[in-house]
């Protein structure tokens, strides 16, 4: 896979990055959303492909990405297809730094230093590559006004940010309301994308799901993402809300 286009996992974060703080909108569901987004890229590169409600890989070779490769050559270990949910409520520590720090080598974003109360440190990440978030941007708002079923790729894009929480982030208040509705409704349009945002949903829920028969492109009900994802700061168990004595276990920095 050429580095000249960018990934969904970059794109998601780039959408994710507020441009005044420098922080990232729910940062707990965005590396579930990270998780999932690299199942996409690998399926846009032929490399896994849905069965069902698991991902099966279909091409060991390298994509060239060394951490979509990383992800890839986990799956080919696990020997038989695994489920979605189960790949993106699996530890993903480091991941979302991973890619904050792939983006500054890019010239993407700079990352700037600060303290917490003014003794722990901290590193904020500010877009410099204004013109890029600019142009994700735009795609997600010409696929919500047109109302056109958009390419895979945003369809993903727009799906994965749904999922995450990111709605009210790119598209706040009242105002936003109708905006964050349409964006919803693109989940539909991408089969890939929409299993992989209802996991990164299922996760955040506590759902162990039954197992899927139809695409998630054919379903008829569209989950909402949890309000706040829950998890442990070391990455420990997250018991379900509903009960059901299911653990998810969620990747948190």
Known sequence: MGRSRRTIPEELLLLALDPTTGT?????SLDL???GA?????ALAGRIAPDGDRIAVVMARPTGDPTLDSALELLRRRGSPVRAVHWIGGPRLGLRQTYLTHLERCGMVHAVAGQMCGVL?????????????REIRA????????GVPPDPRTAALAALAHAVGLGKHLYPGNEGRSSRSRLRDLIRHDPMGGLVAHAVMDVQNGVAVQPRRQQAAGATAVRQPAARATADPAGAPVQSRHGHGRMARVGAR
């Open 139 to 146: 795609r997600l708002d010409n696929a919500i006004r047109t």
């Open 38 to 42: 690299q199942l996409v890229e690998l």
């Open 121 to 133: 440190p901290t590193t904020r990440y500010q877009a410099t590559e204004t013109a890029i978030s």
């Open 24 to 28: 990232t909108a729910q940062p707990q």
């Open 33 to 35: 959303g990270l998780a």
